[in-house]
């Protein structure tokens, strides 16, 4: 099996009393703004790596792109991975194993329609993901905040 990322991009993030993570307000694709320039004062993105339990991650880093400009970047390094991993539930059925890491972009402005790409190198291997599109709402369409 390759390993694979999946990202997903929401207005806000919560973490419950039951150990539950809840996203609010997730985008699908794209984010539709009523005008450019728009300020969002929180915009989140979970972002997953998986791959076969015998073919552990070591090092990896996530980066998201604005157009051109890189807005944050997450390197988790062995350490890291491993101390996460050994805090992880084992499921010795499950043949896979994810790594999440989570970016919170407070507050952000779009100065114009734009590509947030999520960039993902493991182990020097590049690994495609999705990214949003910030996008003009068509003439006539209300936008709710």
């Given at each position: ?7 997903i991009?929401?207005d806000?993030i919560?973490?419950?009393v039951?150990g539950?993570?809840?996203?609010m307000?997730v ?5 539709l703004?009523?005008?450019?320039p728009?300020?969002?004062p929180k ?5 997953h790596?998986v791959?076969?339990r ?19 970047a997450?390197?988790?390094d062995?350490?890291?991975?491993q ?8 499921l ?33 291997e590049p690994?495609?993901c999705?990214?949003?599109e910030?996008?003009?709402a068509?003439s ?5 905040s």
């Open positions: 099996m390759s390993r694979f990322a999946y990202s991009f929401c806000d919560r973490h419950e039951n539950k993570t809840s996203l307000g985008y699908q694709g794209s984010l703004l009523q005008e450019f728009a300020m969002l915009l989140c993105v979970v972002m790596v791959s076969h015998d073919n552990l991650v070591k090092n990896i880093t996530f980066k998201g792109i604005l157009d051109d400009s890189e807005i944050f997450i390197t988790l062995e350490a890291q991975l101390a996460g991993a050994e805090m992880a539930v084992d010795p059925n499950i043949q896979t194993k994810q790594i999440q890491a989570i970016g919170l972009l407070t507050p952000i402005t779009f100065e114009k329609p734009c590509s947030l790409k999520i960039l993902i190198e493991a182990d020097g690994i495609d999705a990214g949003l910030i996008m003009e068509p006539g369409m209300q936008i709710i």
